[in-house]
Nanobody, 125 residues
């Protein structure tokens, strides 16, 4: 059974930091491109960041570049998203995702085969 379990969400003030984790099981983690999407209330899901199978290549949505850092530990089968300088517009449910084929530049949600249940991130003004 494939499982992606996010943790580390919560409430933080503007300018604060949070670190999301995604623990994976049930598939060959080191063969999959991993990433994060988010969905704010009343909005569509949007791409946040991806990381290649080895962790050497990353890709970010423009609004989070320089503030967010994606990483992975293939031994622990865990992916991370370090979020710094958080803004109220970062408030959303953050989803851990995985896909087997394609590259890290793929920002289309339907292309990702596995999804976690989501973690709420709320940034207060």
């Amino acid at each position: 059974q494939v499982l992606l379990v996010e943790s580390g969400g919560g409430l933080v003030q503007t300018g604060g930091s949070l670190r999301l984790s995604c623990a994976a099981s049930g598939f060959a983690f080191d063969s999959y491109i991993m990433g994060w999407f988010r969905q704010a209330p009343g909005k569509d899901r949007e791409f946040v960041s991806t990381i290649s199978e080895s962790g050497h290549i990353t890709h970010y949505e423009d609004s989070v570049k320089g503030r967010f850092l994606i990483s992975r530990d293939n031994v622990m089968k865990t992916m991370y998203l370090q979020m710094n300088s958080l803004k109220p517009e970062d408030t959303a449910v953050y989803y851990c995702v995985a896909k087997l084929l394609g590259g890290v530049l793929d920002t289309s949600a339907p292309d990702y085969q596995f999804w976690g249940q989501g973690a709420q991130v709320t940034v207060s003004a």
